[in-house]
């Protein structure tokens, strides 16, 4: 009875000591754990724990072991030279190829715990310390520097009896790099890293291994800064580089002074249009003058003299003649005005071939612009539609150039039509004229005189055309009359112009009352009879009025017919 | 990586077999130990220490794998389920240097003349173990053969060497060979058995391999010793 009221006593006591260490927060310790064992040159070694929970209380901890094959028991004979929580085995007390029963024991003030027992052959823990005095050498050499590395075993390490054989491990790394290059090294204490880049630092580590047992610790790394330098085969390049490049330059300045001839072999000019005495630099100058000027030549264009080259007469024909003509002209250019009459030249108006061919036959100078003249008398003296007088116009274009000095624009001729109106009144070339006095006076010309055509029906009068000045006025001048008698043309005769044709046709009028009509003495006609056919074939015609644009209308009636140009 | 490493090792030596029995031949022909002149005493001790280090990494080998196929994690190291030791007590354990030191050559390469004897049978009965049992794998088979071919050479390798020492062929101290009982390994045909007798013969192989390599750098001036 009395043992069993013990026993419930004691267990009432555990109870209430427990509970009373669980309210207080107090406990037995936690079981602690033994993390490894390492033998650094299998003589010694020495063993870690990792302490549990402590319950509160300050905790003691021991290790405990026992052989293999025997119960005795052996408390840790070290627990301070490794350092906290572990216990070191000196030689004395270190047997090799026997297993070792290890057990760490933690006690507080409420209890103890044990560690899980842990078995240890101290030959299969074995770990070397690091290697000692890593030392790194620049040494120069032929294609360029290469690393010398040396070391030391590690201090404890008996390898000179044999007892331990260690084998080494180096890596290299530049800085800035990540990833190490590793190298066995065998037995040997040193180590030779070729083919490293100049100019760069590397890191080098040292490592060692017994020959059964586990790697030590990489030592901390040595620095060392590889000097710049020039591999030969890199400045053989150079070399070549500079040359090949200086050769480079001597060509291209070779090329660039002698630019324009080779331009000239590469790319041969197009040759291109060459206008004799017409000089393409004056065109740059942008002085037209001076280039036209450069085209005149010695006879051209005519200025004083042009006689030899204008048209010495003047075919001036009845209306309806002209009619006819142009009517034919119309139809058919070519074909039956071939044949052509001497005195009129008309063949040649209808064809400009034609016209150089006659050029050709007459080898004269003058004959085509004769029959030229005579054609642009032919053209004036109507008032044409348009078309015709395009028609007449088409084969003078372009226009001979003497007598179109400044043409503007277009392939027509410009013609300066002097209309002539037929007229059967008795209108003596000599009496005309004070109506119609004009400035005509133009530089270099002399007096116009401009012949009115014969009032003789139906008889051509010819005119000669004295000059033609620099305002494209005909200045004509009547021819002497071979058959005639001798009329006296001290006067100056002068047509009123009627009305512009738009394609710069001048229409001549004869006013009936306002001319004089100079007495003939070999003639009689009246003066009322200069009813002009034209004037029967503008019927339409306006009265004589002002005239058209752009005509500057001088006193008289006559017209500046270089304004109509413009 | 290691066992893989150690693997084709083993391979490789089995290729270099005929090189590396080159020296023992004279002991071939005859039981006793005949002293061979053919080959020198360093060269000797060079190959009979490869044989040791031969015979050690492929017993590792041959561990390593028994312990994943058969041996749960947390028994793994712990020899001697069931108690028992690799050697009985009275058997010299030279478990420290200055202990090993302080011994004759002569005297080492008797301790190693019978812990290679003493292995020969228990390896034999390893072999037909492993071989009952069905599950075994074959590689484990031919490798615990090849070492058990390697230690008969190294035996008598270690005999040549005797003999090459001074004191002649004299044979081992009786007592000695008699303080080397049975190892107590715990039940037979057992898989722990067959464990700790494993375990036990790795120990041994090192415990060889490390008595050789003091012996080299003891009898001979060798660099490797020195550096």
Known sequence: ?566 | INRQAVLIQACLLCLLRGSVALPLNCADESSSPVPCTSISQDKLLDRVTQHAEFIYRITEEVCNQYEELYIPYPLRGLKNQGGGTCTSMSFPNLGSKTEIQQISDMRLLHYMLILAQSWVEPLTYLQSSLKNNDHAPDTLVSQLKWVSDKLTRLEQGVVLLISMEEGGAAPPPAALQQALSEPQLGVPDSIFHEYNSLMCLKKDAHKMETLLKLLKCRQTDRLSCTL
């Open chain 1, 1 to 566: 009875a009395t043992m069993w009221t013990d026993s419930v006593m004691l267990a009432g006591l555990t109870l209430t000591a427990i509970f009373v260490s669980h309210t207080a927060g107090v406990s037995a310790p936690g079981r602690p754990r033994l993390t490894g064992c390492r033998s650094p040159e299998k003589e010694t070694f020495t063993c870690w724990w990792e302490p549990g929970d402590d319950g509160g209380l300050p905790t003691t901890y021991a290790l405990y072991y026992h052989l293999e094959g025997s119960e005795t028991v052996y408390e840790c004979p070290d627990y301070r030279t490794a350092g906290k929580n572990s216990c070191f085995f000196s030689k004395n007390n270190t047997s090799l190829w026997v297993n070792y029963n290890i057990s760490v024991v933690a006690t507080n003030a409420m209890g103890s715990s044990v560690s899980e027992p842990v078995d240890v052959d101290v030959v299969y823990i074995v770990q070397p310390n690091t290697p000692e005095d890593v030392r790194v050498l620049v040494v120069d050499d032929d294609p360029g520097p290469y690393l010398h590395v040396s070391w030391e075993k590690p201090l404890a390490a008996d390898t000179q009896s044999g007892w331990i054989t260690l084998v080494y491990q180096l890596r290299v790394k530049e800085t800035s790099q990540d990833t190490w290059e590793e190298y066995n090294a065998g037995m040997q204490k040193g180590y030779n890293i070729f083919s490293l880049l100049s100019g760069r630092e590397y890191a080098v580590q040292v490592r060692c291994k017994p020959d059964h047992g586990f790697w030590s610790e990489w030592t901390s790394p040595a620095y060392v800064q590889i000097p710049d330098y020039m591999l030969r085969e890199h400045s053989m390049w150079i070399i070549v580089a500079v040359f090949a490049g200086f050769l480079l330059f001597v060509l291209t300045w070779t090329v660039n002074v002698k630019r324009s001839s080779v331009k000239h072999c590469l790319l041969p000019p197009v040759p291109g249009p060459k206008i004799r005495g017409f000089d393409p630099h004056l065109l740059k100058s942008g002085r037209s003058e001076e280039m036209f000027s450069a085209l005149v030549t010695q006879h051209f264009p005519p200025t004083s003299s042009y006689d030899d080259l204008l048209v010495e007469y003047l075919e001036v024909y009845d209306v309806e003649k002209q009619e006819l003509v142009l009517g034919v002209k119309n139809e058919d250019p070519l074909a039956p005005t071939r044949t052509s009459d001497n005195d009129s030249g008309r063949g040649s108006c209808d064809s400009r071939t034609l016209l150089t061919e006659r050029y050709a036959e007459d080898g004269d100078k003058g004959g085509a612009d004769r029959q030229l003249g005579q054609c642009v008398a032919e053209l004036a003296s109507p008032p044409l539609e348009e078309e015709k007088v395009e028609a007449w116009s088409t084969p003078f274009s372009p226009p001979p150039l003497h007598l179109q000095r400044q043409q503007v624009g277009g392939a027509r001729a410009a013609y300066h039509s002097v209309l002539e109106i037929p007229c059967d009144s008795p209108c003596a070339p000599g009496s005309y004229g004070h109506q119609g006095e004009s400035d005509i006076s133009k530089p270099g010309g002399r007096g116009a005189s401009t012949t009115l055509a014969e009032p003789q029906a139906q008889s051509a009068e010819y005119v000669e055309v004295q000059t033609v000045d620099h305002e494209n006025v005909l200045l004509l001048r009547p021819l002497a009359d071979p058959g005639g008698p001798d009329v006296d043309y001290a006067g100056e005769d002068y047509s009123k112009i009627r009305d512009v044709i738009p394609d710069n046709v001048l229409l001549l009028q004869r006013e009936p009352s306002a001319w004089p009509c100079a007495a003939d003495p070999g003639q009689d006609r009246g003066e009322r009879s200069c009813p002009t056919a034209l004037q029967e074939l503008m019927q339409p015609c306006k009265p004589p009025g002002p005239l058209q644009q752009g005509l500057r209308l001088v006193a008289n009636g006559y017209v500046d017919a270089s304004a109509m140009l413009c």
